[in-house]
C-alpha cells in the first residue's frame, strides 16, 4: 500500500545534489534492476572513515568544516560545523564532497548528516559517497533507518563501535533512479510538514501564557468593578 502511494504521489521531476546523468552501463543496470533489490552497502557507495587532524594552531580555524556526531542530526543538509580547518589541516584528512551522507560509527550510533559542502570528518564518523546513479538524498533518508541495525551490529564493548567493513555489508534497498527521486521527493515534504508541524507546536506554551495573562487581567478588571 505504501509503496504504490509512493509510486503515484510524485509525478514531477526533484532537484537534489545528484547532479549529471550515470554512465551508461551503471544506468542500464539500474533500468533493468527490480522495483526493490537488496545490496550490500559497499556496492553502491564508497565508504570513508574520518581522521582529526592533530591539535595545532595552523591546522584549524579555516574556511573547512570538520564536523563531529555533535553536528548530526540537523534538519536539512550541513553547511557548518563547530570546528573548521585550514587547507594545511585538510591534508590530514580525505576532504569529503558535497552529497556524502556521514553516520556516526562509534558512541552514539547512527546519527546521520548530509554534505552541502566540501568538509572533514572526525573518526566517529564514516562518510558514504554515493556512486554514479544514487541519489543523495535517498542514501540520506535510508541511512536514517540505520540505528537498530548499527545497535545490533555493534561490538560487545563499552563504547560500541561498527567498523568500515562491518557497515559495507549492511541492506541497502535498491530501487530505479526514478523511483529514488519519488521516494526522496515524499520525504523532503513528509519532513517539510513535520518542522511547520513543530514549529507550530513550539509556538503553544507562548500562547497559552499569554491567554493566561489576559484571562488574570480580566477577572482584575471585573473585581475592580
Known amino acids: 500500500m505504501l509503496w504504490c502511494r509512493i509510486r503515484r504521489a510524485i509525478k514531477c521531476p526533484f532537484r537534489s545534489l545528484y ?24 556496492e553502491v557507495v564508497d565508504l570513508v572513515t574520518g581522521a582529526t587532524p592533530p ?10 568544516p570538520l564536523f563531529r556526531p555533535g553536528d548530526l542530526d540537523r534538519p536539512g543538509p ?33 546519527k546521520v548528516g548530509l554534505l552541502a559542502v566540501p568538509a572533514l570528518s572526525n573518526q566517529q564518523l564514516t562518510a558514504l559517497i554515493p556512486r554514479p546513479g544514487l541519489v543523495p538524498e535517498y542514501v540520506y533518508y535510508w541511512a536514517q533507518t540505520l540505528r537498530p541495525w548499527l545497535a545490533a551490529s555493534a561490538s560487545a564493548t563499552t563504547l560500541p563501535i561498527v567498523n568500515q567493513r562491518r557497515l559495507g555489508s549492511a541492506p541497502f534497498p535498491l530501487v530505479p533512479l526514478d523511483e529514488q ?21 513550539s509556538r503553544v506554551p507562548g ?7 489576559c484571562l488574570l487581567e480580566s477577572g482584575l478588571t471585573a473585581t475592580a468593578s
Open 19 to 42: 547532479a549529471g546523468a550515470p554512465p551508461p552501463e551503471t544506468l542500464a543496470v539500474l533500468t533493468a534492476a527490480s522495483p526493490l533489490r537488496t545490496v550490500p552497502l559497499r
Open 55 to 64: 591539535r595545532q594552531a595552523e591546522l584549524y580555524d579555516g574556511a573547512i
Open 78 to 110: 550541513l553547511h557548518t560545523a563547530r570546528d573548521t580547518v585550514t587547507e594545511r589541516g585538510a591534508c590530514h584528512g580525505r576532504l569529503l564532497p558535497p552529497g556524502a551522507v556521514l553516520v556516526s560509527c562509534i558512541g552514539l550510533l547512527g
Open 181 to 201: 527521486l519519488r521516494i526522496v521527493a515524499i520525504l523532503t515534504a513528509a519532513q517539510a510538514r513535520h518542522q511547520r508541524a513543530a514549529a507550530a507546536l
Open 207 to 213: 500562547l497559552l501564557g499569554q491567554l493566561r495573562q
